[in-house]
């Protein structure tokens, strides 16, 4: 997660995205609680950050993991185990990545902040829920049905009408990168997996997968 570290006094204003975290929901209760756990956390205490670069994205933003200083520990990671956040899909580095599934993983087990509900991993099958989050980031979990490829894009089916039922999009160009954990895609017909994402609609509820990261297999063979 280090790359280039700048000490930053909590005094001194700069707008900061959390780096490898989206948010756990997108209702009221649980960004007010997000916003609290994150002010819990860092109020009066200077923190360090640490990102590819310190230049900042289009919105003005400075996109980096942040630690309180003398932890080696990112609140990004307190924020996963409060079940306030959900781990990102843009994080390349395996063993960061690694480490905030884990940090998920461990508030999904014990049923901490969004947790809590049932409604944080949307059901492949329920295509009317998953399009209500057309634009937000989203887990889907289901049993992919078939593998196929049109074109230049491969498509992971889980449902029958395929312009309709939700389903999972790669193209030729992310192919070596989606299969460099060493899945081949073709096997992922008939197992249940879950995949993480953003929602688009084309014109049934899509995910357009990029990197391995994405997707975890939880059954099959």
């Not at 360090?48 to 933003?61: F, N, T």
């Not at 953003?198 to 939880?218: C, D, F, K, M, N």
């Amino acid at each position: 997660m280090a790359a280039i570290a700048a000490a930053v006094p909590s005094r001194e204003r700069r707008e900061i995205r959390l780096a490898g975290i989206e948010p756990a929901g997108s209702d009221t209760g649980t960004k007010a609680g997000r916003t609290a756990d994150l002010a819990a956390i860092i109020a009066d205490k200077d923190v360090s950050l640490s990102g590819a670069d310190d230049a900042p994205d289009r919105y003005g933003r400075q996109n980096a993991f942040v630690f309180l200083t003398g932890s080696q520990t990112p609140v990004q990671t307190l924020l996963l185990r409060e079940g306030t956040a959900l781990a990102s899909s843009a994080i390349t580095e395996k063993t960061c990545a690694a480490a905030l599934l884990t940090a998920e993983a461990e508030a999904r087990q014990a049923r901490k902040g969004a947790w809590a509900g049932s409604a944080v991993i949307k059901n492949a099958e329920s295509t009317d829920d998953i399009l209500a989050g057309i634009g937000r980031f989203m887990l889907v979990e289901g049993t992919v049905l078939t593998v196929r490829q049109a074109g230049a894009t491969t498509y992971l089916n889980f449902g029958r009408r395929w312009t309709r039922d939700f389903a999972v999009t790669i193209s030729r160009r992310n192919m070596p990168a989606v299969e460099s954990a060493g899945t081949a895609l073709k096997s992922l017909e008939n197992r249940r997996i879950r995949v993480r994402g953003y929602v688009e609609a084309h014109p049934g509820p899509r995910i357009e997968v990029v990197r391995a990261g994405q997707i975890e297999i939880l059954s099959g063979n």
